[in-house]
């Protein structure tokens, strides 16, 4: 199976370190510890060699544009003997303007460089975008309105009320993401936020009190008219863009026959196997274009080709 992109395994969160103040200040101050900066909720890189690649912050860049303590750090996790630090600019910096155009560093969404970088790195900096999303948008305790601190290394926030002090949990939100099939073809459809000419697999959110199964055939239903049967299980991806998980499915149609609501989406086709061979030529396919390589809905799509016979 192809790579589950922004999950690498080679990551220990290391959960056990997130209530251990001595641990959490020794990597604080440890020189080998990398510091995972976001600025705007945007990623940072840096082009080397001809390649861009994840721009983590040194001991000198964080002399240089974090002078005072570190304001809420997030601990992350370890991989391969090295402690990583999630860290807001925004809160942050001093210098901040001056220090990216001296570096030339490159400011900007990951999913734009993702599939080419590093895998840990990549999946360090989409923990990173998640969890300070969070965090910006959890500033105030959702029970009395009093503001909220950061605690256990990040990963929760505490009213600071006395009289409530309630604990908040760092949210991910479930959407499933199904391929449907009818025989040799496929049900792909597009958003009118998508790049021109991409056709995806369809995605919904899943509701309270619903199982994953009801919401599929609920949002297949809603957006295209279709009822669906067989429905497997495929394997999940985070997808903290803001705050998604991505549950991804395989499900039958029992119908081709589409009503397709154009409030939802722009538009849906049957592709046939033939057609999605053309489409991984971007030379020969014309105007259609298959999701990014770094999302489940391409898996979904090549995993079908590849069992396809
Ligand atoms: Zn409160």
Same mark, same amino acid.
């Given at each position: 199976?192809?790579q589950t992109f922004y999950a690498s395994s080679k990551i220990?969160?290391?959960?056990?370190?997130?209530?251990?103040?001595?641990?959490?200040?020794?990597?604080?101050?440890?020189?080998?510890?990398?510091?995972?900066?976001?600025?705007?909720?945007?990623?940072?890189?840096?082009?080397?060699?001809?390649?861009?690649?994840?721009?983590?912050?040194?001991?000198?860049?964080?002399?240089?544009?974090?002078?005072?303590?570190?304001?809420?750090?997030?601990?992350?996790?370890?991989a391969?003997?090295?402690?990583?630090?999630?860290?807001?600019?925004?809160?942050?910096?001093?210098?901040?303007?001056?220090?990216?155009?001296?570096?030339?560093?490159?400011?900007?969404?990951?999913? +734009?460089?993702?599939?080419?970088l590093n895998e840990v790195e990549a999946s360090?900096?989409?923990?990173?975008?998640?969890?300070?999303?969070?965090?910006?948008?959890? +500033?105030?305790?959702?029970?009395?309105?009093?503001?909220?601190?950061?605690?256990?290394?990040?990963?929760?926030?505490?009213?600071?009320?006395?009289?409530?002090?309630?604990?908040?949990?760092?949210?991910?939100?479930?959407?499933?993401?199904?391929?449907?099939?009818?025989?040799?073809?496929?049900?792909?459809?597009?958003?009118?936020?998508?790049?021109?000419?991409?056709?995806?697999?369809?995605?919904?959110?899943?509701?309270?009190?619903?199982?994953?199964?009801?919401?599929?055939?609920?949002?297949?239903?809603?957006?295209?008219?279709?009822?669906?049967?067989?429905?497997?299980?495929?394997?999940?991806?985070?997808?903290?863009?803001?705050?998604?998980?991505?549950?991804?499915?395989?499900?039958?149609?029992?119908?081709?026959?589409?009503?397709?609501?154009?409030?939802?989406?722009?538009?849906?086709?049957?592709?046939?196997?033939?057609?999605?061979?053309?489409?991984?030529?971007?030379?020969?396919?014309?105007?259609?274009?298959?999701?990014?390589?770094?999302?489940?809905?391409?898996?979904?799509?090549?995993?079908?080709?590849?069992?396809?016979?």
């Amino acid at each position: 199976m192809s790579q589950t992109f922004y999950a690498s395994s080679k990551i220990d969160r290391h959960s056990d370190f997130r209530s251990d103040a001595k641990i959490l200040n020794k990597i604080m101050i440890d020189d080998k510890t990398k510091f995972v900066p976001i600025w705007n909720g945007k990623n940072l890189f840096q082009q080397v060699n001809e390649k861009i690649e994840a721009y983590l912050l040194n001991k000198e860049d964080l002399r240089l544009i974090v002078p005072n303590d570190i304001v809420n750090p997030i601990f992350l996790g370890v991989a391969d003997n090295t402690n990583y630090i999630g860290l807001d600019l925004n809160e942050n910096n001093s210098e901040f303007n001056l220090w990216i155009e001296k570096k030339s560093i490159i400011i900007d969404d990951l999913r +734009k460089f993702g599939p080419t970088l590093n895998e840990v790195e990549a999946s360090f900096l989409a923990l990173t975008s998640g969890m300070f999303y969070w965090h910006n948008t959890h +500033k105030f305790c959702g029970f009395c309105g009093s503001k909220n601190t950061s605690a256990e290394g990040g990963f929760v926030r505490i009213c600071s009320n006395s009289s409530c002090r309630k604990s908040h949990f760092p949210r991910t939100d479930p959407a499933i993401i199904t391929l449907i099939s009818s025989g040799d073809r496929v049900l792909l459809g597009r958003s009118p936020r998508f790049p021109e000419g991409m056709y995806s697999t369809l995605a919904g959110f899943v509701e309270p009190g619903e199982s994953l199964e009801q919401a599929l055939e609920r949002e297949v239903f809603e957006e295209v008219g279709v009822r669906v049967e067989n429905i497997r299980y495929f394997n999940s991806q985070p997808w903290p863009f803001p705050a998604s998980l991505m549950l991804g499915f395989f499900a039958e149609a029992k119908h081709e026959g589409m009503r397709i609501d154009y409030n939802e989406i722009e538009d849906a086709q049957w592709f046939s196997i033939d057609q999605l061979r053309s489409l991984k030529h971007p030379a020969i396919s014309g105007e259609f274009k298959l999701p990014r390589v770094d999302s489940i809905a391409r898996r979904l799509v090549d995993t079908w080709m590849a069992n396809f016979n």
